[in-house]
């Protein structure tokens, strides 16, 4: 079963309004299409403005007015039960840094719907799974970049999502939490959870994933097995370029 | 499940609206100050000025004749006058600067023969309405022992009847401050509010928090419930100090009026009128700087503007006409009718419509403008 399908995404950031200029209009993503299997952990690379984080919030519900179609383990509208299969740890650090790690679990735990006797279980085992435990009562505020990164993906773990879309997961951590991540996703995975993970390291990408989707300005330049690819930074540049990408 | 998330959301909210350390002196100590210093600083300006203070007297007679002990003696004992005492080596100058009196009257030897008259100096800053009570009382008193009448007021009273009505329009510095600077206050949670709403927009926590199941509807009520409930604590706890506190510090005095439930509806509609403002100021900043500077300089140009800096009944009157731009204004003038005019429900009521107007216009502006994302 596919874990996500995509199929001929196109969305613009320009204002509807603005529609019988369509062809003047630059499109975030352009016929874009993607499918996950289910229990995979699939990387999602471009460069800086390619459309991957488009991406993502078009998947979690986030941005709507697209055209194409987006399905997750068969489920074709955004309703509260497709949400429910979905983690997404975003980019930003997207947490209530005057909370505390577990009032922020608490939170986005309700927000997703767990009971409450399974949200403090759940809230406990990702404490500890992400090495957090003993700052459980601590405000958000006070932790490491290393800690806020493992706390934002244990949020999004927290209601045992069937995916879970990753946007530059070990951006500005530390070698220690980078690897107490990669550990974690890799265990993750292999007890069925399906990823779909973007980022920018090439050895992340490389040593975790199975699949590959490159992508560039709105558009796949590349699907297939990262098993084929013998060197990632090689294969990027030659599929995507060497100018740079300042915008 | 809607409520428990209701409730999870506006926990949320209140944890982190009591954790940042410059919302509650924002809150609840600024008008606390604003209420006490102010109302301190109006005293007398505006309210019954003769009535409720004593004026400071030094007096001095040359002469110890029947008559000037008896004068001196009738203005020692009433009570307009605090009579004080020149301290050693002060002229009068020096004694209005720095002796703390407001007036000094002087009883010449030669007044029991009729060659001299009494002497009065008037503090040059006092008020002319002091000076005119002084003189007034002062000639009465000399007339009463060099007529030998025993009480003059009393035998003009025949002659000279008051009929001066309540009144209805002085506040007293207390139900002025009290009532203005809560109503001040309540708009600043608009600062707050926009705030936290543009700095989770900006952050993507909010973002995040709609790829779970939960609608834009009851966000905005998670976001919106807290401010209001935190609107009516604010007018609350500033009338319970207004009532039992400040009395005791300042020795002004305050009450509710004749028809205190109709706090009620007031302090309503008040709060859904500065919540929506709070709303409005989310919706039109894009970064919390401007929303900051938007719904501070707003509330402070609808506190100019309403009567809460300068009150209302001594501004010229095309200010007093401008000042129905302002929704503080109408909240201020409904919170008065309450504790000064004794008015009914029907002659709030007006009052209350344009406020409910007004956070209906906040709120539906801010409800199209708004982006969540």
């Known amino acids: 079963m596919k874990a996500l399908e995509i199929s001929g995404i196109t969305f613009s950031y320009d204002h509807p309004a603005s529609e019988e200029k369509a062809d003047l209009r630059e499109c975030a993503l352009k016929e874009f299409t993607l499918s996950v299997a289910s229990g995979r952990i699939s990387a999602l690379l471009g460069p800086n403005g390619a459309g991957k984080t488009t991406l993502m919030r078009i998947i979690t519900g986030q941005l709507r007015g697209y055209t194409g179609k987006v399905t997750i383990f068969g489920r074709k509208n955004m309703d509260r039960e497709t949400l429910q299969l979905i983690g997404y740890a975003p980019q930003p650090i997207s947490l209530f840094a005057s909370l505390t790690a577990m009032e922020n679990l608490r939170f986005f735990g309700t927000m997703a719907d767990l009971p409450d006797k399974q949200l403090g279980v759940r809230s406990r085992e990702m404490l500890e799974t992400m090495g957090l435990a003993d700052y459980a009562e601590k405000r958000v505020s006070s932790y490491s970049g290393g800690m806020l990164r493992r706390l934002n993906l244990a949020v999004a773990l927290l209601h045992a999502p069937g995916l879970l879309l990753l946007d530059e997961p070990t951006a500005g951590v530390d070698p220690q939490s980078r690897h107490h991540i990669y550990e974690t996703l890799k265990k993750l995975n292999a007890e069925g959870m399906t990823i779909l993970l973007s980022t920018h390291i090439m050895e992340e990408a490389q040593r975790l994933c199975s699949q590959l989707t490159l992508l560039d300005k709105g558009s796949v330049v590349f699907a297939g097995d990262m098993a084929d690819i013998d060197d990632l930074e090689k294969f990027f540049l030659e599929k995507t370029g060497h100018g740079l990408r300042d915008e | ?373």
């Open chain 2, 1 to 373: 499940m809607i409520f428990r998330k209701l409730k999870e959301l506006m926990r949320k909210e209140l944890l982190i609206l009591l954790r940042d350390r410059q919302t509650i002196p924002l809150l609840f100590i600024m008008p606390l100050a604003l209420i006490f210093f102010l109302s301190l600083a109006l005293q007398g300006v505006y309210a019954d000025k003769v009535t409720e203070q004593q004026i400071a007297l030094v007096l001095e007679s040359a002469e110890r004749t029947p008559k000037s002990l008896q004068l001196e003696k009738k203005i020692a004992g009433n009570k307009l006058v605090r009579r004080i005492s020149r301290p050693p080596g002060y002229d009068n100058d020096r004694l209005f600067e720095y002796g703390g009196a407001q007036a000094v009257v002087f009883i010449p030897e030669g007044f029991a023969g009729g060659t001299r008259p009494v002497e009065i100096r008037f503090d040059p800053v006092l008020d002319a309405g002091y000076k005119v009570a002084l003189r007034s009382l002062i000639i009465g008193l000399a007339a009463e022992v060099v007529l030998g009448v025993d009480d003059i007021e009393t035998t003009m009273a025949n002659f000279v009847v008051e009929r001066t009505t309540k009144n209805r329009n002085f506040p007293s510095p207390l139900q002025q401050s009290v009532p203005g600077w809560s109503i001040f206050a309540m708009f600043f949670i608009a600062i707050p509010m926009s705030i936290a709403f543009l700095r989770e927009k900006n952050d993507g926590t909010l973002p995040r928090l709609f790829t779970y199941p939960v609608s834009p509807n009851l966000v905005a009520l998670g976001k919106v419930i807290p401010y209001y409930l935190i609107n009516l604590l604010q007018i609350g706890l500033m009338l319970i100090c207004g009532i039992y506190l400040m009395p005791q510090i300042t020795g002004l005095s305050f009450n509710l009026g004749e028809h205190p439930i109709h706090l009620v509806p007031v302090t309503i509609v008040v709060a859904a009128a500065s919540t929506g403002f709070g709303v409005l100021s989310a919706a039109l900043a894009r970064t919390p700087e401007q929303s900051s500077t938007l719904a501070a300089t707003g509330a402070v140009l609808m506190g100019v503007f309403g009567g809460i800096m300068v009150p209302h009944v001594v501004m010229p009157l095309i200010m007093k006409k401008l000042a129905m731009i302002s929704p503080m204004y109408w909240a201020h003038q409904a919170y008065l009718d309450i504790f000064l005019r004794e008015a009914s429900f029907g002659s709030i009521l007006p009052k209350l419509i344009i406020l409910t107007i007004f956070a209906f216009f906040c709120f539906y502006i801010a409800g199209r403008r708004i982006k969540w994302m």
